[in-house]
Nanobody, 113 residues
Framework: QVQLVESGGGLVQAGGSLRLSCAAS??????MGWFRRTPGKQRELVAA???????DYADSVKGRFTISRDNAKNTVYLQMNSLKPEDTAVYYC?????????WGQGTQVTVSS
């Protein structure tokens, strides 16, 4: 059974930092990443990383967020610095394997002004 289990969300003041973790089990993924969704909006890519270490970021988080990956632990991390109220969302871990997408249950990140 494939599982993606997120942790690390919470409430933080603007300018603060949070670190999200996503532990995968059941298979390895070519690409892992983080998406987020706010009410009334579609889920959007925040950052992604391949098993080789290539990364991709949304323009809105470049320079503030850093995605990393521990292939031995099958875990992906998202270090979020200089958080803004507009970063408030449910963050979902994603794993891409073959033709399928796998998703975590989501973790709430709330940034207060």
């Amino acid at each position: 059974q494939v599982q993606l289990v997120e942790s690390g969300g919470g409430l933080v003041q603007a300018g603060g930092s949070l670190r999200l973790s996503c532990a995968a089990s059941g298979r390895n993924f070519v690409s892992m990443g983080w998406f987020r969704r706010t009410p009334g909006k579609q889920r959007e890519l925040v950052a992604a990383i391949t098993s080789g270490g290539s990364t991709d970021y949304a323009d809105s988080v470049k320079g503030r967020f850093t995605i990393s990956r521990d292939n031995a632990k099958n875990t992906v991390y998202l270090q979020m610095n200089s958080l803004k109220p507009e970063d408030t969302a449910v963050y979902y871990c994603n794993g891409k394997g073959g033709l399928l997408d796998y998703w975590g249950q989501g973790t709430q990140v709330t940034v207060s002004s």
